[in-house]
């Protein structure tokens, strides 16, 4: 195997509310090789966005109840949000899911990149020329710094803000739901530009979460599937999507409709029901009441383990 | 039934309105008892523009919208609550369609001042019922909850299910399962199938070319206002004859296709020994 970018074990975090803790992440452990896109695909409140947020910055609410994140052989100190000050835009950077409102709407683009990187201790002028150059290679005039994020349209502002958290060349970038609010043709234009920044050596390792497979599918390496706060199955791309273990996965991949198939000729099937509450998350799978297979033995809790080189999956069905 | 004719939008911009955008141009289209036609474009294509002048929450500036055979600008009173007795709309997010302070089944409730007046108390609850199963919902789990209990699939649901209770004709659905999970979007396209087999017309809005042709019958490709192309669905995705079209469909990410970038897949295949 490939030498490892980010190494998470056993990562709990949860939110704190006035009911109690949600489990939001409860135990996830992977790993993402060096120049490996990985995507992060699952529905609304399965944990792909928690995941993610809490390798950069754990918000108010957040909590790290357990677990070790390892970045280039460096424990990350997620739980120390001064420390993690050290890490952040030079070693770990976020595409957030608000990146079309991340600008300083009061400042110029390039008046604020300039502020950006000096309260990091870094010169501006020294990052100018790289700065011009990524411009142009994402399609941007570098007449943009000169603008407010306002007079820059969704998919610019998108790209400008794939520019600026790369700059500093991070080991890890997380792209939080980048594509999500975009017209296809712009979609493509910005994945595209993440397999670039990954093929130019701008960031080691990536990973994009989104709600949508067939996103993923077209630029990432493996993709992790989550459900209800734990990994369900990891695999290289193709064989999570031609070949998935989980049935959770199976059941998916067999809901999105694809361009050509007619709800006449083929009928589509949903999941019925639908996640747990992670407030008090039941024992064992947590996916047992949706799943057509569920038997005795998924009362127990089914661990994430290899059923193949690089091909975990959480299923008793599965080993 | 619904029949557009030439229908523009313009609106008046700048600081005092000196320029003229055009949202819609010259659009026209028909839909028949049964059929659902979608209205698929990116953003500012004006697709939404046209589903609002439809619902008459948005004036037209030229040309005409008839509805069997009246033109819908001149309602008033009681033709107009006549009218909206046969089309209705649903919209994209169904969190904010629902007054929080509320139980979800008000939005329900609502209608029946107006259109119901003479029904009791019991067969308005057995049409309530009916409704509901119609969009698969269990009436047990849905009725007396407040909307933060209920799910996105579910106040979806139940927004057709109002929408049903006044045995419309024509349905205008503007983005509504963009804003759910996979695995609950599936079951309102199939609901909205089930209910076209029963002869109701759906005026399908969306940005997503796989949604749009699931379900559709007509396909209308519209670009800055205008319409591109349009034709029976099959026909416009399986031989896209404007370039617009032929783009638009190379960059819907599939699973059984990959994006290509100068001839090149973008992602390279995984190594042997998968």
């Given amino acids: 195997m490939s030498p490892v970018t980010l190494k998470v ?31 992060l695909a699952g529905e609304s409140g399965c944990g ?19 677990g070790t994140v390892e970045l280039d052989g460096k424990e990350l100190p997620i739980g120390d949000s001064e420390r993690m000050n050290g890490f952040r835009f030079k070693e770990v950077s976020i595409i957030p899911q608000y990146a079309m409102s991340a600008m300083n709407p009061t400042r110029r683009i390039g008046r604020m990149v300039a502020e950006l990187l000096e309260s990091r201790g870094v010169r501006f002028e020294g990052q100018l020329e790289e700065l011009l150059r990524r411009l142009e290679l994402v399609g ?10 306002i007079e820059l349209s969704g998919g610019m502002k998108q790209r400008m803000v794939m520019v600026i958290s790369t700059l500093l060349n ?30 130019r050596h701008y960031v080691k390792s990536t990973i994009i979460i989104t709600h949508d497979l067939s996103l993923v599918y077209q630029i990432a390496d493996s993709i992790i599937v989550m459900y209800a706060g734990k990994l369900a199955e990891k695999a290289p791309t193709d064989t999570l999507v031609h070949a998935p273990r989980h049935p959770y996965t199976r059941m998916l991949i067999g809901a999105l409709p694809e361009v050509g198939v007619r709800y006449d000729t083929k009928r589509l099937e949903g999941i019925p029901g639908s996640p747990p509450s992670l407030l008090d998350p039941p024992k064992g799978c947590r996916f047992r009441d949706r799943c057509p297979l569920a038997f005795d033995k998924c009362a127990e809790e089914p661990p994430f383990r290899e059923v193949a080189p690089d091909h975990a999956v959480a299923c008793w069905k599965a080993f | 039934m619904l029949r557009l004719d030439h229908v523009s939008k313009s609106y008046r911009v700048g600081t005092f309105g000196g320029r003229e955008l055009a949202a819609v141009r010259d659009v026209s289209l028909e839909v028949a ?8 474009g990116e953003s500012g294509s004006g697709k939404s523009t046209i589903g609002r002048m439809i619902l008459r929450l948005t004036s037209v500036t030229s040309g005409s919208i008839t509805f069997d055979g009246t033109d819908i600008a001149g309602l008033a009173g009681s033709r107009l609550r006549g009218y909206y007795g046969n089309v209705q709309g649903v919209f994209q997010d169904p969190f904010s369609c629902y007054n929080p302070i509320f139980k979800a089944d008000r939005a329900l409730e609502l209608l029946r001042q107006p259109y119901f007046p003479d029904l009791d108390g019991r067969r308005w609850r057995a049409k309530l019922e009916r409704s509901l199963e119609a969009v698969r919902l269990d009436p047990g789990q849905v009725l007396g909850k407040y909307p933060h209990q209920l799910s996105g699939g ?18 205008v659905a503007d983005e509504i399962i963009s804003m759910l999970d996979a695995s609950t979007r599936i079951d309102v396209l199939n609901l909205l199938g089930d209910l076209k087999a029963r002869g109701l017309g759906i005026v399908f809005i969306t940005h997503d070319l796989s949604l749009g042709n699931y379900i559709s019958d007509t396909a209308v490709i519209l670009h800055r206002g205008e319409v591109v192309e349009t034709g029976p669905t ?26 290509e970038r100068n001839g090149h897949p973008v992602r390279q295949p995984a190594g042997e020994g998968d």
């Fill in chain 1, 140 to 149: 941007l005039d570098p007449e943009v710094l000169e603008r407010y994020p």
């Fill in chain 2, 33 to 40: 008892p049964g059929e659902v036609v979608s209205l698929i």
């Fill in chain 2, 154 to 171: 579910q106040l979806q649901r139940m927004l057709v299910a109002r929408a049903l209770l006044l045995d419309i004709r024509l349905l």
């Fill in chain 2, 234 to 259: 099959g026909q416009v995705f399986d031989q896209p004859r404007h370039p617009y079209t032929r783009s638009l469909l190379a960059s819907v990410p599939q699973l059984h296709r990959k994006w």
């Fill in chain 1, 48 to 66: 792909k966005s928690t995941l993610g947020k809490s390798l950069i910055r754990l918000d108010g609410r957040m909590r790290h109840v357990g």
């Fill in chain 1, 9 to 39: 074990d056993n990562l709990q975090v949860w939110y704190r509310t006035l009911r109690g803790d949600v489990q939001a992440l409860d135990g996830v452990s992977f790993t993402v090789g060096d120049g490996e896109l990985v995507g």
């Fill in chain 1, 170 to 199: 991070p080991s890890l970038l997380v792209a939080d739901e980048v594509t999500s609010a975009l017209d296809v043709s712009n979609q493509k234009a910005v994945a595209e530009a993440l397999v670039d920044f990954r093929d």
